[in-house]
């Protein structure tokens, strides 16, 4: 079976100090592969999105960035961050593109910015 | 613009009791709706998926409905349990050929003794 494995589940970091936050699937091959940010009171919006190796699209221009250096390790990452950063990061991994098809959630990251 | 709003915003009921959630959108063009269970201060879990051509599909306790016309969309709980207790979350993704997902902002349930 499939599963999809978050990590850290919370982290506190200063403001200016570099972020790396890693989500890996199992189970599955080529997955597309998601990060979303949830903000307090807010829906989830999508950060970036992956449909292979090395491809990655971004939703919303900010301070964050996203690498998939292999087909099933999917990677948020971030020289400096802002305080405006903090929120409840959530990995994603879907197969391919149909009607049907289902979104799998990772557990999530809490990441406050002080 | 696409939006999907849910209502009530939050909502207490007692434990053994039913209730109906809310969900309308204005994704076009439309997809797909999901229904979505998140516990606190953790990843979402999906409950059902519905595409255009589908009015009802129910996941245990569980009942989903959907108005493509309307673009409305319900989550009826039947038996609440103190487990109901979660954010349900609204999603309806767009048919561009990859999954995007529109999230409403969601219902927090508390379902009390």
């Known amino acids: 079976s499939q599963t999809i494995h978050q990590w850290p589940a919370t982290l506190v970091q200063p403001v200016g100090s570099p972020l790396s936050l890693e989500c890996t699937v199992e189970?599955?091959?080529?997955?597309?592969l998601y990060w979303y940010r949830q903000a307090a009171g807010r829906g989830l919006q999508l950060l970036f999105y992956?449909?292979?190796?090395?491809?990655i699209s971004s939703e919303v221009p900010q301070n964050l960035s996203a690498s998939r250096p292999q087909d099933r390790q999917f990677i948020l990452s971030s020289k400096k961050l802002l305080l405006s950063d903090s929120g409840f990061y959530l990995c994603a991994w879907s197969g391919l593109w149909q009607r049907g098809t289902e979104a799998f959630f990772g557990q999530g990251t809490r990441l406050t910015v002080v | 613009k696409n939006q999907v709003e849910q209502s009530p915003q939050s909502l207490i009921i007692l434990e053994g009791k039913n209730c109906t959630l809310q969900c309308n959108y204005t994704v076009s063009p439309f997809s797909n709706l999901r229904w979505y269970k998140q516990d606190t201060g953790r990843g979402p879990v999906s409950l059902t998926i519905m595409t255009f051509s589908e009015n009802t599909k129910s996941n245990g306790r569980y009942t989903a409905t959907l108005d493509a016309d309307t673009k409305q969309s319900s989550l009826h709980i039947t038996a609440s349990q103190l487990s109901d207790s979660a954010s349900y979350i609204c999603?309806?993704?767009?048919?561009?050929?990859?999954?995007?997902?529109?999230f409403g902002t969601g219902t927090r349930l508390l379902v009390s003794p």
């Open positions: 189970g599955t091959s080529n997955p597309n």
């Open positions: 999603v309806v993704s767009f048919n561009t050929g990859f999954q995007k997902l529109v």
């Open positions: 992956s449909v292979g190796i090395g491809q």
